[in-house]
């Protein structure tokens, strides 16, 4: 009986440590995210418009896309922030918000080059798909985040919706 009230402590124990510890791996996702983003622009931009040298791109997607919902799931799965959880949470989305909408018109810039590799509803498919999946995450923050957080992160969301949206209409 005794070994059963241990573990019974021992795993409520373990409860109660994982919510600190998932808030700072939403902040760690999204830090990822940013990192993902930015090695994708970097890709985009070097990109010669040849179909083989296409290939690192839909990869950096992916590796987008896995990142999102993990950052999705680790947000759904935490209680609420506490304050300085949620600005460091807040902050790291404000500053994302900016490097999105570069890879995007960046990548906007290469439509022609998309088009002429037969790959445009490749691209639009994935934009649309991404699109939903930071339309995932910010909700998923915004119900986490301080009342006093919310905002930045709506209107960070409003934003990158607004770069997914002449992105996709590009394609």
Known sequence: MSGKLLT???LGLGLVNASPIVKRSVATDITTITSDVQKLDSDVTGWDGSLLTALPLLSDVTTIKDDI??????TNSSSA????????V?????ALQPIIATTLNDLVAKASDVSAIGFTSTV???????KTLADQLTAA???KVTSSDASSIETAATAIDSS????????
């Not at 639009?124 to 991404?130: G, H, K, P, T, V």
């Not at 997914?164 to 394609?171: D, E, G, H, N, V």
């Open 8 to 10: 019974i402590v021992l």
């Open 141 to 143: 923050l915004d119900s």
């Open 81 to 88: 922030f506490s304050s300085s959880d949620s600005t460091t």
């Open 90 to 94: 807040t902050n790291e989305i404000v």
């Open 124 to 130: 639009q498919s994935n934009l649309e798909d991404l």
């Open 69 to 74: 919902n993990t950052a999705i799931t680790d």
């Open 164 to 171: 997914f949206a002449s992105a996709i209409s590009a394609y």
